[in-house]
């Protein structure tokens, strides 16, 4: 019988925390842009470099990709990659790369005369930076694993400053940059922000520095199989932060660009969070208040996400513009958005709780 790999609840509680996340910043987003709805600032992405809360869920997962490689694989790393596994990996990635084309291209299916077909996404980012980490899991040592991720977070920053051919080099300008060119090169009209500076913020060289941030995950994944070392997981997240603020002030940071500055940012947060959550619940038989509801959601992540994409159509329905029309006069037209979205993810709960109590956990 094939064993099942181990599971850690304080993954399971972040990463629900961070789906949970996602689904409420694109919900918000979703009803904001379709039904004109006001938005709180902190649930919008930066319009190109900045930091809000919406922009650290994504990077978080990326991270946490990263993490569930050493549990996934179980085993040691470095200790070569073989067919079988190699078949494994490629398969994997593919099917997560697959169901991120769909999504993406949700709308260019339904009316493909009008709305360009989109590569690039959120999973098909997912399924490369896996792809790349889980074979350098296999293949190279942690500490070899841990120079090559700083190798790439320290050569974007002149890719990034570049000289490009249609245009001048500006940071702080969408779209002005190397990386940003090299996706209207190869994706032509196909990026997801049009114009004559037209960039892909899931593009393809700003995947780079995502497989870097999923390689910082797996070296984090390993530190909690072993069980040493954790307080120090914690403090370098911190050291991360801090390095991501201070990088921050010459490589402004920008989930757009995915920059270097942004990595270090993105990943001392879930660093720190996870270290704590691990110290606090695994070995325990106690979930925090809330661990739950997250962990259902961290459990069958990629569904969830997915689930979510496929039916936000159901907010802009009339019965949940009921309550937001009741509430706006007493709580605000921000905080009454918030009531469809919070409804939304109640009921993507719903299917996820009985999926749990029969046990089922659907993989990619």
Request: net charge positive; hydrophobic share 55%; no cysteine.
């Amino acid at each position: 019988m094939e064993t099942r790999p181990p599971r850690l609840a304080s993954l399971d509680v972040l990463r629900g925390l961070t789906i949970v996340g996602m689904i409420v910043v694109n919900s918000a987003s979703y009803l904001h842009y379709v039904s004109g709805y006001a938005q709180f600032a902190a649930l919008e992405h930066a319009a190109w470099h900045g930091f809000t809360v919406a922009d650290a869920v994504f990077p978080a997962f990326v991270f946490m990709t990263g993490v569930s490689i050493p549990l996934a694989l179980s085993g040691r790393g470095g200790n070569g990659l073989d067919g079988a596994t190699l078949r494994r990996l490629l398969v994997r990635s593919g099917r997560l790369f697959l169901l991120g084309l769909i999504l993406s291209n949700l709308y260019w299916m339904a009316t493909p005369e009008s709305v360009l077909f989109r590569p690039m996404g959120v999973l098909q980012r997912l399924a490369l930076a896996f792809l790349a980490a889980a074979v350098l899991y296999k293949t190279v040592g942690p500490r070899a694993r841990l120079a090559i991720a700083a190798a790439i977070l320290l050569l974007y920053w002149p890719l990034t400053l570049a000289p490009f051919p249609d245009g001048t080099t500006d940071l702080l300008k969408p779209g002005a940059n190397f990386v940003g060119w090299f996706d209207r090169l190869v994706l032509g009209a196909h990026v997801y922000v049009p114009g004559p500076l037209g960039y892909d913020p899931e593009g393809l060289l700003s995947t780079l520095p995502a497989i870097a941030q999923a390689l910082i995950g797996v070296t984090v994944g390993e530190r909690l199989m072993a069980r040493k070392g954790v307080r120090s997981v914690s403090l370098a997240g911190i050291a991360l932060i801090i390095g991501g603020l201070v990088w921050g002030l010459v490589f402004p940071i920008s989930k757009e660009l995915w920059t270097s500055s942004f990595v270090l940012l993105s990943t001392g947060i879930p660093m720190v969070l996870l270290a704590e959550l691990h110290l606090a619940i695994d070995g325990s038989e106690r979930l925090p208040l809330g661990g739950r509801f997250l962990t259902d959601f961290g459990i069958n992540a990629v569904f969830a996400y997915s689930l979510h994409m496929l039916a936000s159509i159901m907010l802009t329905a009339h019965m949940l513009k009921i309550p937001y029309r009741w509430a706006t006069p007493m709580v605000g037209d921000k905080t009454a958005a918030l009531i469809p979205v919070a409804i939304f993810v109640g009921l993507i709960w719903t299917v996820l709780a009985y999926m749990r109590r029969r046990g089922w956990i659907v993989k990619v």
